[in-house]
């Protein structure tokens, strides 16, 4: 689950995230490319709540200035992969950058063990039947607490399954939900959701067309393409990426994930 620096600035990412979403919602082929080396890990502030669980808040230099900026200004919660952890998705999603730009907050939460309880996946947190639900809660009203408005949760993998685990079981929380190479596993959402789900055609580690039980994982994987049915009333607007495995995009892969994400939750908007 390897994935891209975020590097320290926008660059040409920030003058297409408005493209990129156009693109993703139009549906489009992804080229296969060649991962980028391991980034240097991010840095961040270890934010431990009440619970004993933790979250790694990105917080600009902007806001470090004059914390009053993020007052009523949407934040993102992104959710790592199974077996990696908040500083291999900061790292690999590059979306510190764009928080650095547009003077918002980033929230990484850990999961136990490396592992989020979206349901039926995955990890030592289905084992423990850890409550990951309520954990997202406790961050969500910590950032809430920090003046955040509007939340956007983006997860890959595991973290994908969890946000929209998550966001199924309290839609009054979440404005707008991002998925890549993850699947829904649990019965049914309950929702309303607004949802943007990317999803590799040469996925093996989840599917895309889904698998009664993966070996992998000890689960039961949804097919994608049957995810709607089972969240009735909500948007979830679903994009195979042709040729695409199981890991985030890359520079030089026609669909940057980050900056589509970023711009389907609206981020650089005021409010």
Not at 50 to 75: M, W
Not at 239 to 257: I, S
Request: aromatic share 6%.
């Amino acid at each position: 689950m390897s994935g891209r620096s975020g590097g320290t600035h926008a660059g040409p990412r920030a003058v297409v995230a408005a493209a990129a979403l156009a693109v993703l919602l139009a549906g489009t082929a992804v080229a296969t490319a060649t991962p980028a080396p391991e980034p240097p890990a991010p840095t961040g502030e270890r934010v431990v709540l009440d619970s004993g669980r933790s979250y790694v808040l990105h917080v600009p230099a902007q806001v470090r200035d004059d914390p009053e900026v993020v007052t009523g200004r949407p934040v993102m919660v992104v959710l790592h992969g199974l077996r990696t952890g908040p500083a291999d998705a900061a790292a690999s999603t590059g979306f510190d950058a764009l928080a650095d730009r547009d003077g918002v907050l980033v929230a990484y939460p850990s999961g136990i063990k490396r592992s989020f309880n979206a349901g039926l996946c995955c990890g030592e947190a289905v084992v423990q039947e850890v409550d990951d639900v309520a954990f997202l809660e406790d961050v969500v009203a910590d950032l809430r607490a920090r003046g955040a408005g509007r939340v956007a949760v983006v997860g890959f993998s595991n973290g994908g399954m969890m946000a929209y685990r998550f966001a199924c079981a309290r839609p009054e929380l979440v404005d707008s939900v991002g998925v890549l190479s993850g699947t829904l596993e649990v019965p049914r959402c309950e929702g309303p959701i607004r949802a943007l789900h990317l999803h590799g055609t040469r996925d093996t580690a989840v599917p895309f067309e889904g698998t009664p039980w993966s070996q992998r994982l000890s689960a039961y994987l949804r097919p994608v393409p049957t995810i709607a049915e089972a969240a009735p009333g909500s948007s979830i607007v679903v994009r195979p990426l042709e040729g695409f495995p199981h890991r985030w995009t890359v520079p030089g892969d026609a669909v940057d994930a980050t900056a589509g994400f970023w711009a389907f939750a609206r981020m650089s908007e005021r409010t």
